[in-house]
């Protein structure tokens, strides 16, 4: 089982729509947990960090369940801009210091 | 503004040719990685470093080593080059931290033929 797991899409969505990814994780000692935006053949962008309360930036929710090891990102009034792939990342703590752990990507495609 | 800069944007060697990728960040961030990234593989990472002179590997060492004999400078070193290495490699750096953001580089799209 992959450490950490998304549906690769892609999403083709209108405008203006809603749109949600999820994501899931194996590791249960993961501590910090973020969504990442990367956009066609450009590096990956820190998007979010996702908190166990919850939290919301703009038009972007991001949920996370400790208990059932899921994260969630949630996009309302999709934009032509928000077309990229979307990648879910798991930090664990070892004894080194901080490791992320990347899902292969959600890839979204907002159309006209 | 934060910045990290990659030695070539793209770079084509032979087969057991030895191939060095530089990354330079201007951040003072205590933290350098190196990572590969292939279409349904995602990003794996294949060596770290947490200060001067200290490395450790990571989930695909085989086949890399690094140097990073300079805060600001992670290098990544193939030392004899296979077409299974054709690849994205992205560096990234972090200031510490289990909720630090890591910062990317633009990547060196490496074919090895």
């Known amino acids: 089982r992959k450490e950490v797991e998304q549906d690769p899409g892609p999403f083709n969505v209108p405008e203006g729509a809603t749109v949600a990814f999820n994501c899931t994780y194996s590791n249960s000692a993961s501590q910090s947990f973020f969504w990442y935006r990367q956009d066609c053949r450009k590096e990956p962008k820190l998007l979010m960090s996702?908190?166990?309360s919850g939290n919301e930036d703009g038009r972007f929710t991001a949920q996370l369940n400790r208990a059932s090891q899921y994260i969630s990102l949630l996009i309302r009034d999709s934009k032509l801009s928000d077309s990229a792939t979307y990648l879910c990342?798991?930090?664990?703590?070892?004894?080194?210091?901080?490791?992320?752990?990347f899902g292969t990507g959600t890839q979204l495609k907002v159309e006209l | 503004d934060v910045k990290v800069t990659q030695s070539s944007r793209y770079l084509v060697k032979r087969t057991g040719e030895k191939v060095f990728l530089e990354c330079v960040q201007d951040?003072?961030?205590?933290?350098m990685f190196w990572y590969r990234q292939d279409p349904g593989l995602g990003l794996r990472l294949i060596y770290f470093s947490y200060d001067v002179k200290m490395k450790e590997k990571g989930d695909i060492p085989e086949g890399y080593s690094v140097s990073r004999e300079k805060k600001e400078r992670f290098s990544l070193i193939l030392e004899s080059a296979s077409t299974n290495q054709t690849s994205m490699y992205l560096c990234?750096?972090?200031?510490?931290?289990?909720?630090?953001?890591?910062?990317f580089g633009p990547g060196t799209r490496l074919t090895v033929l």
């Open positions: 951040m003072d961030h205590e933290n």
């Open positions: 996702v908190y166990s």
């Open positions: 990234a750096s972090s200031a510490g931290g289990a909720t630090d953001t890591q910062y």
């Open positions: 990342v798991v930090n664990v703590v070892t004894g080194g210091g901080n490791k992320l752990t």
